[in-house]
Structures are given as C-alpha cells and as structure tokens.
C-alpha cells in the first residue's frame, strides 16, 4: 500500500476505508473519536463542509468562522494525530471525550501542536463535535528564522518585514 493512500488520520487503514466514507456521508463514525479521526482528516483533505457540518448546532455553542478554518486547513502542512485518551463515546454513549494533539506548520514556517479536549454529543444517532478546551502549546520553528530585512519566504520580492512578517 503506497503511503498517500493512507488515511491522514494515522489509523494505518487506508483513507477509502477509514474516513473517506464518514467525510462523504456514506457511512455514520460510529465513536466520538471515529468523528475526530475524520475531522482531522477533513483539515487535511479540506473537506471544509464535513468540519463545518459536524459541528453541533445551538444557541450556546460558538459559531465556526468557514474563512478562517478553510484559510488555516488550506495554508497548513499537517504531519499528523495523535490521540491521547478518550471517555466514553463508543456506540453506546450519548457523549464522549477526545483528548488530541494535532501536528501541522503553518504558512509562516512555525510548526505547532494543537492540543485540545474535545467534547462530542450524539443527535439523532449521529456523532457531533460540541466545543473543545484548546491547551497552549509551546511553537517551535521549522528551518531557519527569517530576518526583517531578508527577502520574504513566500517569493514576493519585498523585504519580509513588509510582507508575511508584519
């Protein structure tokens, strides 16, 4: 099996046969974490709909911003997940807990681990993603840091200092 038909989420199943059906709608995620698999994979894949759409709905729940999370799926390198621990969320649960570390480089050239609790309800035999305690993580650059004055990474020709670096 070549590597890119590897399901992003790290399963170690291939994508047709791990998210690529939940994405899609063909199938249910079965678990809590089955839904964050597939959301990562859908960061990855730019599946901006499925993230969006997975989202529960309600007066107290935040509104997902589509620009910003297309921006951010769509300007990042992700390098992979990592789940840390769950709580309930099986077939059986109405709820459940992920706990994930999500591995990516953002278009500055920081990489960065997004670390978060994630809670997930079940409506109407679907599996939700409800609202996440996103933990602060420490960034770490990757490559060598650019000056103000040296020439923009992103190949414009302008000093970084007036371009991506202000």
């Not at 620009?67 to 709580?87: M, V």
């Not at 992920?98 to 978060?116: C, N, P, Q, S, W």
Request: net charge neutral; with cysteine; charged share 35%.
């Amino acid at each position: 099996m070549a590597e890119k038909d590897l399901c992003p989420c790290g399963s170690g199943k291939t994508y047709a046969e791990c998210c690529e059906g939940i994405i899609k709608g063909s199938v249910k995620a079965p678990t809590a974490e089955a839904l964050m698999r597939a959301r990562y994979s859908a960061y990855e894949k730019q599946e901006i709909d499925f993230i969006i759409n997975s989202c529960e709905e309600g007066e107290k729940i935040a509104e997902i911003d589509r620009k910003a999370t297309e921006e951010w799926s769509k300007t990042s390198k992700w390098h992979g997940l990592k789940i840390l621990r769950t709580e309930k969320g099986t077939e059986k649960d109405d709820e459940g807990i992920v706990e994930f570390e999500a591995t990516y480089t953002d278009r500055k050239g920081l990489r960065d681990i997004h670390h978060e609790i994630g809670y997930f309800k079940k409506i109407d035999g679907n599996w939700m993603y409800s609202v996440g305690q996103v933990k602060p993580m420490t960034v770490v650059r990757e490559g060598e840091k650019v000056g103000r004055n040296d020439p923009c990474p992103c190949g414009s020709g302008k000093k970084y200092k007036k371009c991506c670096g202000r």
